[in-house]
């Protein structure tokens, strides 16, 4: 009875703690690490396993479920057990107990899929947030990183000896899941384009429990599948080793604000300047979106923008000015309704920018995003307009980030030649609205599809078809799975979420 008692207590004591975590916007990250008080409450052991084990009939299942995922589409997706690493020996001895007992495995970082991958129906999800230490090696310019470290906590650490990362552009990010998937971070013009492509190294966790290293020199297989595989990948990650870079000492952006009806002359200046001048170094955003100040139910010629930025990362203030100059002289400056020019910013302070502007990417709803790897971003843009005028709520969004500067890569699975990346956000509040946010993203496809030249796994929606075979060359995708072959012959791991599970399972 005392017992009972006890345990009831514990449940609302973690509760309470949990609801106060979510209110100040920790448990968002992910990192739900019961206390040690709470121990008793898990019933279930596994050998050689230290760290958190949840079954299906724990009371507090549901929540730790539920916590896998950041944004609130949760997965109606049921593992049998969510086991939270505590080191690397907790990983290699879940693998082994998954692979005995036939519970397939998938792995959780950040959180922040969208499709919240990392829930799936029946077998093990392996929860690495917990392992989250930072080591720089300021001589190599390399982070060695555990697999639960968020963008923040890199910026912070490489900052410390005058190193950069190009991290995500929301700091709460798991870097395991944005780099291993492509990753569009800070800086991406002249940081390769993806992330993945700074990755140097991992440390791999294999379906038969081994523990291997893989880098240019040593089981180049898995760093080719490493590097991209994303939401696909067939072992657990515990340790990725990231090339740095100086940090640039002058960062500046110029932002320009259009009513959404003048896309046209936005994006016809943007062309022209990148003709005239050489602003290839430029990291150069344009979102269409609900001006965040105007009601949700303004009519859309009202309340629709165009909002360009121009984020130049350089080594001094005045080489900084001069790549943002093209841009202050032309009609961008003169045509747009509101601008902000040459405002200067810290690594770490392009957080601070994202957040005053009330940034709807950031916004913790329900959420679901498609999106096209283009050499035409603006007649992509153009496609899609209008149907910007339908967005089903003012946090639905469409993103464009020219300068990708892709290029074919033979040591990566993610190779693609491309400019731009558009990604098409719905994000929205009331599962009653579901069907229409997701009939909205949708219907983007047949307008921006015609335009693309491949796919980023790391935002596609699996209920539209083989989109993330899209994302992969035809040869790729047939490598990437004579490897998960090799490295997986008894299928440990889950592979991509198919459609079926994703049209079943989305909540
Ligand atoms: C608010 C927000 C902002 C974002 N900003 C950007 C941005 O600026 N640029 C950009 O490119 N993307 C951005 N993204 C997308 C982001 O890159 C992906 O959602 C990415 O998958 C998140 O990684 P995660 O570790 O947080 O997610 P998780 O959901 O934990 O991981 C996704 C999947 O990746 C695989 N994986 C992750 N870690 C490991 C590991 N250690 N070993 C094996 N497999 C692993 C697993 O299959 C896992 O299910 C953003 C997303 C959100 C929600």
């Known amino acids: 009875m005392n017992q009972k008692i006890e345990s009831r207590r514990d449940v609302l004591k973690q509760l309470v703690s949990l609801t106060a975590l979510g209110a100040l916007g920790v448990l968002r990250t992910g990192q739900l690490a019961a206390s040690d008080a709470t121990d008793k409450l898990y019933s279930t052991v596994i050998p050689g396993v230290k760290g958190k084990i949840i079954s299906r009939t724990d009371s507090n299942y549901e929540l730790w479920r539920q916590a896998m995922v950041w944004h609130h589409s949760k997965p109606k997706r049921y593992p049998e057990l969510i086991v939270q690493a505590r080191s690397e020996e907790d990983v290699i001895n879940a693998v082994k107990h998954a692979a005995k007992n036939k519970l397939k495995v998938s792995v959780r970082a950040g959180g922040h899929n969208s499709t919240g991958t990392s829930v799936r129906e029946g077998g093990m999800v392996i929860d690495v947030s917990a392992?989250?230490?930072?080591?720089?090696?300021?001589?190599?310019?390399?982070?060695?990183?555990q697999p639960g470290v968020r963008s923040l906590h890199l910026v912070t650490a490489a900052r410390e000896k005058g190193l950069s990362f190009p991290v995500p552009h929301c700091p709460s990010v798991g870097l395991s899941g944005f780099t291993m998937g492509g990753g569009i971070g800070w800086n991406y013009p002249q940081r390769g384009g993806m992330a993945t492509h700074s990755i140097v190294g991992a440390d791999i966790i294999t379906a038969d429990g081994k523990r291997v290293t893989a880098n240019a020199e040593q089981n180049q297989d898995l760093f080719w599948a490493v590097r991209g595989a994303g939401p696909g990948f067939f072992g657990v990650v515990?340790?990725?080793?990231?090339?740095?870079?100086?940090?640039?000492?002058?960062?500046?952006?110029?932002?320009?604000?259009?009513?959404?009806?003048?896309?046209?002359?936005?994006?016809?200046?943007?062309?022209?300047?990148?003709?005239?001048?050489?602003?290839?170094?430029?990291?150069?955003?344009?979102?269409?979106?609900?001006?965040?100040?105007?009601?949700?139910?303004?009519?859309?010629?009202?309340?629709?923008?165009?909002?360009?930025?121009?984020?130049?990362?350089?080594?001094?203030?005045?080489?900084a000015k001069a790549a943002l100059l093209p841009f202050a002289e032309s009609a961008l400056a003169t045509k747009s309704v509101v601008q902000a020019e040459y405002q200067e910013y810290s690594f770490e302070g392009l957080y601070d920018r994202y957040f005053s502007l009330k940034d709807p990417a950031g916004r913790q709803g329900r959420y679901i995003v498609d999106n096209v790897l283009t050499n035409d971003g603006s007649a992509t843009l153009q496609a899609l307009a209008k149907h910007m005028h339908k967005a089903p709520t003012k946090d639905c969004h469409i993103l464009a980030s020219y300068n990708l500067r892709l290029e074919e890569k033979q040591d990566s699975c993610f190779s693609w030649v491309a400019d731009c990346f558009v990604g098409c956000y719905a994000i929205w509040d009331e599962e009653a609205d579901d069907d229409k946010n997701y009939g909205w993203l949708s219907e983007t496809l047949p307008l921006m599809d015609p335009f693309a030249v491949g796919h980023y796994p790391n935002e596609v929606e699996p209920r539209h078809k083989d989109r993330y075979k899209k994302c992969y060359s035809p040869e790729n995708w047939q490598r990437l799975a004579q490897l998960r072959e090799k490295y997986d012959p008894e299928g440990v791991f889950h592979q991509y979420l198919t459609q079926t599970e994703a049209t079943g399972g989305r909540g």
């Open 131 to 145: 392992l989250d230490e930072v080591e720089i090696d300021e001589e190599k310019q390399v982070a060695s990183i």
């Open 238 to 319: 515990t340790r990725l080793y990231l090339q740095l870079y100086p940090v640039p000492k002058s960062i500046m952006a110029s932002s320009y604000i259009f009513p959404l009806s003048e896309l046209e002359t936005v994006t016809q200046t943007l062309e022209k300047i990148r003709k005239e001048h050489d602003v290839s170094r430029v990291e150069l955003i344009t979102v269409l979106m609900h001006h965040p100040e105007v009601p949700a139910d303004a009519p859309p010629e009202q309340s629709k923008i165009c909002f360009f930025t121009a984020f130049a990362f350089e080594d001094s203030t005045e080489m």
